[in-house]
């Protein structure tokens, strides 16, 4: 029986370790946010944007409501001193009036 010499561990050298521990070495991609937290946050923005045009436009639709409200209180107004002064020229100019005097 011949005896066979069991395989004789390479040796390694300092080189041949750092090239084996280099192999091992990668670069990690930088962790991506989740699509979903992204999408979430887009998604309260647009609930945000969508809200705040909403106040915005209430405010100024009230503010133009007002408007035209005032407006129409200066036309009644000038509406009531016409008809006065319609009334005052009608009493002047009357042919009874005109006459007596």
Known sequence: MSMVAPP???RST???RE???A????VVPAPRRSVR????LLGFIAVFVILFGTVTFHVRLATGQQRIERLDRQ???A???YDRLRLDVDRLSAPDRIVAR
């Open 23 to 26: 192999r091992h070495l990668r």
């Open 79 to 81: 509406q009531a001193r």
């Open 19 to 21: 090239e084996a521990e």
């Open 8 to 10: 004789r561990p390479e």
């Open 14 to 16: 300092r080189r041949d």
């Open 75 to 77: 036309a009644e107004a």
């Open 37 to 40: 937290r992204v999408g979430l």
